[in-house]
Structure formats: C-alpha cells, structure tokens
C-alpha cells in the first residue's frame, strides 16, 4: 500500500496537504506520535472518521526568513511523514508485544531493591522463570554449576 496516493490535496500554495490513512494499517496514536515528531516545522490536524484518518498538514514558516531562509514546501515534507507514520505504527506494535517483558523487567528491578510490596513471581537469579501453571509456550532452561 502506497501512502502516496492520488487521494492527497493540495492548497493552492502547496503549503498544506491532506491525505488519508487507513485504521485498518495505523493506529490514531501512531498518527499522533508522527504529527508530534514535525510538530517544530508543520502543523498537523488529525480528523477521526469511520474508515480512515485525514491528516492536515502544513508549513509553519510560508515565506522565507532569518531563521529559515529556504522554505520546503509541503510537498518535500511528504516522503519524511509518510516515513514517520510507518516507523512510529511500528513503534505501537513494538511497544504492545514487548510490553509484558518490561514490565517484567521492572518489576524485578523494584523488587530487589525493595521498593515493592508484592514480589514478582519467580527468583530474582532467573529474571524470566514463569511459574509451570503460568507458562506461555516458553522453554525453561536451567543449567547447573560444575563443582
């Protein structure tokens, strides 16, 4: 699936652009993280409808100054967004499948140091040691010192 498609507009300046993203493919906080990642050089509004997002984008700086004596126009910014929507949807996904081993992680972490009420289950020695009735599929390897 192509970003870049004929469904893009334009303003007459080609200093804003709208586009739509499928929800199927991107994830509203994905679109917001990409938006937020421009956010010093172009605006973004993000209108939520049934199937898709439509994204606005726009320049923030129109004509050139001292600050920014050449300005891009939108259409230069596109590729950079598109790049961005993918790399921040790959984030989320990343982020969800990871989540439990971090919290994990943390979790153990804590508890170490005493910080926590409860501790996690396991030993702190073997930081991903699931319980026999709690396994998920994962293979428990255990080794043991040679005297």
């Not at 997002?53 to 004596?69: A, D, N």
Request: glycine residues 4%.
């Amino acid at each position: 699936m192509s970003l870049e498609s004929a469904r893009t507009e334009f303003d007459t300046t080609h200093t804003t652009a709208k586009f739509p993203v499928s929800k199927n493919v991107f994830s509203k906080a994905a679109v917001l993280r990409a938006c937020y990642w421009f956010s010093r050089d172009l605006w973004c509004r993000v209108d939520d409808e049934a199937e898709e997002l439509w994204i606005t984008v726009g320049v923030r700086v129109t004509s050139p100054t001292l600050e920014h004596p050449k300005v891009k126009k939108i259409d230069d910014w596109l590729p950079d967004i598109f790049n961005s929507l993918v790399d921040a949807q790959l984030r989320v996904e990343i982020q969800g499948e990871t989540s439990g081993i971090r919290e994990l992680i943390i979790a153990k972490a804590f508890a170490e140091s005493g910080v926590l009420e409860d501790l996690p289950p396991g030993t702190f020695r073997d930081p991903v040691d699931p319980s026999p009735s709690e396994s998920s599929g994962f293979i428990n390897i255990k080794t043991e010192k040679r005297k």
